[in-house]
Nanobody, 125 residues
């Protein structure tokens, strides 16, 4: 599966942004998908994940209650709604996909085989 992330940009603190990730190539509904992010000078970190059917979601504590992950299998798309953005949310955001992700490893980068190119989100204070 190929992934293409989009929707990043510059937003003021407290604002909102919606990231999208378009998939192509294979049956999107057979993949668990997730968002990761990488800030300058830091390692890539888990943000959110959603299971194949969209019925179960997972969030990093730092974004819980502010970000919402969703997917539309018919449109082969993944989304990340980001509210109440903070300067520390500034990062390159990556979408990722994998098959057969076990529940205990859903937050691990190593679980995901396919990655999008990333989209930059900058939150100004």
């Amino acid at each position: 599966v190929q992934l293409q992330a989009s929707g990043g940009g510059l937003v003021q603190a407290g604002g909102s942004l919606v990231l999208s990730c378009a998939a192509s190539g294979r049956t999107f509904s057979s993949y668990a998908v997730a968002w990761f992010r990488q800030s300058p000078g830091k390692e890539r970190e888990f943000v959110a994940a959603i299971r194949r059917s969209g019925d179960v979601t997972y969030y990093a504590d730092s974004v819980k209650g502010r970000f919402t992950i969703s997917r539309d299998n018919a449109k082969m798309s993944l989304y990340l709604r980001m509210n109440s953005l903070k300067p520390e949310d500034t990062a390159v955001y990556y979408c990722a996909a994998a098959q057969g992700v076990i529940l205990t490893a859903v937050r691990s980068q190593a679980s995901y085989k396919y990655w999008g190119q990333g989209t930059l989100v900058t939150v100004s204070s």
